[in-house]
């Protein structure tokens, strides 16, 4: 069973930065790809960024791009996202996914993922 728990979540002013971890558990995760996404109140999970554990290559949404970086450790299977330059407009849930994918396809559609992590909190003051 896939486990994933989320921390690094926290009230940060405008401009300022935070890392979130995900800490993955259960599995190989060589063939999965691993996502966070996010959910503001009242508003759609959304998709922030993926990669395929097994190259790295990061994807992002189009609203962090050039703000956030998604990476892995490999031999602790922890995931990150590090986000810089905050806005008010980031505050939201953010959630780990893991998808078990059979050709390595990275998506964002929430919908494909597999596994959940329970949630961190970010909260970026104005």
């Known amino acids: 069973q896939v486990h994933l728990v989320e921390s690094g979540g926290g009230l940060v002013q405008n401009g300022g930065s935070l890392r979130l971890s995900c800490a993955a558990s259960?599995?190989?995760?060589?063939?999965?790809?691993m996502g966070w996404f996010r959910q503001a109140q009242g508003k759609e999970r959304e998709f922030v960024a993926a990669?395929?554990?097994?190259?790295?290559?990061?994807y992002y949404a189009d609203s962090v791009k050039g703000r956030f970086t998604i990476s892995r450790d490999n031999t602790k299977n922890l995931v990150y996202l590090q986000m810089n330059s905050l806005k008010p407009e980031d505050t939201a849930v953010y959630y780990c996914?893991?998808?078990?994918?059979?050709?390595?396809?990275?998506?964002?559609?929430?919908?494909?993922?597999?596994?959940w992590g329970q949630g961190t909190q970010v909260t970026v003051s104005s």
């Open positions: 259960g599995r190989t995760f060589s063939n999965y790809v």
């Open positions: 990669f395929r554990w097994s190259d790295g290559r990061g």
């Open positions: 996914a893991a998808d078990e994918t059979q050709f390595g396809i990275v998506t964002t559609a929430h919908n494909q993922y597999d596994y």
